[in-house]
């Protein structure tokens, strides 16, 4: 491999001397990642005439869907330009830990597009006030709609959201592609179009911020309704709203919703549902009771 010294043009200043070290040390972690997976952890045929240890550069590729020659310039250290949604895509194929991945980001000097597991913002003492407020659901988010915790209740409300991929959690993605998530909202389209005015506004202060970028161009991508909702350019701000919900296991529920700012810009928050009527609140404490009841037998 290149070394340093070889590496650095006569005359370079320290910040191109960070930026060669950098590329090195992504190209050999990238190599590094790329040689421990097995082709069958990712449904690639071994074959009898494999030399390389662990995956091929193609296969790296192809199952990232960027170029074979550009995949390689990465791992030669080029200099070359890597989006987000790319280092995405490698995370995925290399099958990075969230440690992995984030030191991939930290690496390519970008920030990562996807909700974090673990966030500041969620300490201990809120997740001990989400199960406080139980049986009522509450969860919370962080301005661009990513639900960072949420306690039982919420997480049976509109989906048994346990089992959609952390990446996936958000309700803007949700609400315009997840099939049972969008059935259980009664006025769906005047959900996604307000969610999709207030995205707007939010983002109006995040316009340069990668993630923002990101979810954006996916929910384009993912969602004609998103598309149609955001060629409107419509903008309103937070407020409190009455909800109706069909939940599959409990039937119709009216609650109030209300947001809790936990700082004083609208960022992280904590979102509230209070039952409107007796009816809801006998269903949202038998709701309640199933998902505790689930949890044991998942524990058990």
């Not at 791992?75 to 790319?86: G, K, M, P, T």
């Not at 990075?96 to 201990?124: I, K, M, W, Y």
């Amino acid at each position: 491999m290149t070394t340093m010294a070889q590496e650095t043009v006569p005359g370079a200043g320290p910040g191109e001397a960070v930026s060669a070290v950098r590329r090195h040390e992504l190209a050999a972690f990238l190599r590094s990642r790329r040689e421990r997976i097995a082709p069958e952890r990712v449904g690639l045929p071994r074959g009898r005439r494999r030399r390389t240890p662990g995956l091929r550069r193609e296969e790296v590729a192809q199952l990232s869907a960027v170029g074979v020659t550009w995949y390689t310039w990465l791992e030669q250290a080029r200099d070359i330009q890597v989006s987000v949604q790319v280092l995405d895509a490698l995370a995925r194929a290399l099958l990075l830990d969230p440690s992995e991945r984030a030191h991939l980001f930290q690496l390519a000097g970008a920030v990562d597009p996807a909700p974090a597991a673990d966030c500041p913002s969620v300490t201990p003492a809120l997740r001990t006030l989400l199960e406080q407020i139980e049986p009522y659901p509450a969860c919370l988010q962080n301005s661009r709609y990513d639900i960072l915790a949420h306690n039982r209740t919420y997480g049976l409300l509109l989906c048994d959201l346990d089992a959609v991929p952390p990446e996936d959690r958000n309700c803007m993605i949700l609400s315009y592609t997840h099939d049972e998530w969008r059935s259980s909202i009664v006025h769906l389209e005047e959900t996604q179009r307000l969610m999709a005015a207030r995205f707007r506004a939010t983002m109006a202060g995040h316009l340069a911020e990668p993630a923002w970028k990101t979810l954006l161009q996916r929910l384009r991508a993912e969602s004609s309704d998103f598309r149609a909702a955001w060629d409107r350019h419509e903008v309103v701000a937070h407020r409190t709203k009455r909800k109706e919900f069909l939940n599959r296991h409990v039937g119709r529920i009216t609650v109030d919703h209300t947001d809790l700012w936990l700082g004083p810009e609208p960022g992280p928050r904590m979102v509230t549902y209070v039952p409107a009527d007796d009816t809801s609140r006998e269903r949202l404490e038998r709701l309640h009771a199933i998902a505790l009841e689930r949890r044991a037998t998942s524990a058990g």
